[in-house]
């Protein structure tokens, strides 16, 4: 089956620092990915839609120059925290879609980023 | 704009009782409908999806969700669940006009008594 690769699986940065993540396709082409954050026991939020070749589609309520999205090819995307400070501290998840519209998403295993 | 609402936050049962998870959702066009499982210490896989058809659509590991347009509900069951069971059930809704994102319900949290 479609495998989604997010690296790294956990990451500890201290506060003012930056903090890249990466979302990788790894057997098929997706011209959407989404990345979502999801705080202790509650659910997951989306923060933005990345769409291969141009700008991220933000939520409301999400910072677009703190949580900066680059989406350079049909297999990678990338979130970059930037300036983390302790309330970013959360669980990030990306997932994508394959380029058909009807199917699923797949997830990658998520990022748990701490921040000191 | 989208929501999904799941009502029930944590249940909890015993082995080889049935489950019924709610599931509502409110947009008045076509909507794409899953659910999604998340077992503990691992990622979010997905269970079953509905797009069109049979709205009694059938997934894996014994699972079957029922899309009622009428009541915006997609409920999930299953007959007898078992221990692996255990897990955190996210209902989601894709509405047609929103640019394929998905919108997650707040999740159900699973326990089931051995």
């Known amino acids: 089956g479609a495998v989604v690769s997010q690296h790294p699986s956990w990451v500890i940065c201290k506060s003012g620092t930056s903090v890249k993540i990466e979302c990788r396709s790894l057997?098929?082409?997706?011209?959407?990915m989404f990345w979502y954050r999801q705080f202790p026991k509650q659910s997951l939020m989306l923060m933005a839609t990345?769409?291969?070749?141009?700008?991220?589609?933000?939520e409301q309520g999400v910072e677009k120059d703190k949580f900066l999205i680059n989406h350079a090819s049909l297999t990678l995307s990338t979130l970059t925290v930037t300036s983390a400070h302790p309330e970013d501290s959360s669980f990030y998840i990306c997932?994508?879609?394959?380029?058909?519209?009807?199917?699923?998403?797949?997830f990658g295993n998520g990022t748990r980023l701490t921040v000191t | 704009a989208q929501s999904v609402s799941q009502h029930n936050h944590h249940v909890i049962l015993s082995e080889a009782a049935s489950l019924e998870l709610g599931c509502n959702y409110s947009?008045?066009?076509?909507?794409?409908l899953f659910w999604y499982v998340q077992y503990p210490g691992q990622h979010l896989q997905l269970l079953l999806k509905?797009?069109?058809?049979?709205?009694l659509v059938k997934g894996i590991k014994g699972f079957e969700a029922e899309f009622i347009k009428s009541k915006f509900s997609f409920n999930l069951r299953k007959p007898s669940v078992q221990w692996s069971d255990t897990a955190e059930y996210f209902c989601?809704?894709?509405?047609?006009?929103?640019?394929?994102?998905?919108?997650f319900g707040s999740g159900t949290r699973l326990s089931i008594r051995p």
């Open positions: 997932s994508a879609r394959e380029t058909d519209a009807n199917s699923p998403l797949h």
């Open positions: 057997d098929f082409q997706a011209t959407t």
């Open positions: 990345s769409n291969e070749g141009s700008k991220a589609t933000y």
């Open positions: 947009y008045g066009g076509t909507v794409n």
């Open positions: 509905y797009f069109s058809g049979d709205p």
């Open positions: 989601a809704v894709n509405a047609y006009s929103s640019a394929s994102k998905i919108i």
